[in-house]
């Protein structure tokens, strides 16, 4: 059986309702159950004792360094947003620089459960073909890599300026390259993607294509998977095959 640990964070199944809810381990019982305290029990009872059997463990990536990309939310208004951990912290906490503060706060102090890790590409090449953000309205149209610079942003010329200037310095996490067409895909073909979300039968990854890929739960490891969130989490960089394309894609 599972072990937890109080602090554990898990998905853990309602008796109420027999709904899978988000909570907390508040204690172990001794006697093989555990009391689980819910993130938000909507008028109902604060906590229930709950046996393994009802628990997934929720993993929480807490290996940042500083450096990394993230998205963070802000304990302002509780939204997501772009930045850069700037220091990490005694407590396990995290200091997040905010890519745009907007007359607000420079950093803030971040736990880890509201943090995750994004993987940005900075090894574009002159002539790559690319789509970038618009400086002045950020959204995102054709342009050619025209150099890097040594800040680390990249001169690119956009295909159609539109009366507007040829030429912009725009940041690697403003650029990506054209998805792949699903149409281009064939069985075999490896891939770096990133897991977009992650559910029971398996998880969502971003490889760069028009649509996300499943990989189910039985192809993640040769050995059985009773919880899937032991292998995966949101965030996670993974390297993927491509077994086969849906009609529908």
């Not at 054709?142 to 010329?157: C, H, I, Y």
């Not at 310095?169 to 390259?177: A, E, G, I, L």
């Not at 990989?215 to 390297?239: A, K, N, P, Y």
Request: charged content about 35%; aromatic content about 10%; proline content about 6%.
């Amino acid at each position: 059986l599972a072990q937890y640990q109080v602090g554990d964070k898990v998905k853990a199944l309602s008796p109420d309702d027999e709904q899978w809810y988000p909570g907390r381990v508040d204690a172990d019982n001794g006697d093989g159950t555990f009391a689980v305290r819910w993130d938000d029990p909507d008028g109902g009872p604060e906590t229930n004792n709950l046996g393994p059997s009802s628990l997934k463990r929720i993993i929480i990536f807490k290996d940042y360094v500083v450096g990394d990309d993230v998205r963070a939310m802000s304990p302002e208004d509780e939204t997501w947003y772009p930045g850069v951990v700037s220091k990490t912290n005694g407590d396990g906490t995290f200091d997040v620089k905010w890519d745009d503060p907007d007359e607000g706060d420079e950093t803030a102090n971040i736990d880890p459960e509201f943090m995750r890790k994004v993987i940005v590409f900075r090894d574009y090449k002159p002539d790559d073909e690319v789509e970038a953000a618009y400086p002045d309205d950020g959204t995102k149209y054709a342009a050619v890599v025209l150099t890097k610079n040594a800040d680390g942003t990249f001169k690119v010329k956009w295909d159609d300026p539109d009366g507007g200037p040829e030429v912009s310095d725009v940041s690697p996490k403003d650029m990506r390259y054209p998805p792949i067409s699903v149409d281009s895909l064939q069985v075999g073909q490896k891939y770096t993607g990133t897991v977009r979300s992650v559910r029971d039968f398996g998880a969502f990854v971003d490889i760069g294509c028009e649509a996300d890929g499943l990989v189910h739960i039985s192809r993640i490891t040769e050995d059985r998977v009773d919880d899937i969130s032991d292998h995966l989490e949101e965030g996670q960089q993974v390297e993927v095959w491509v077994s086969g394309v849906r009609d529908d894609g």
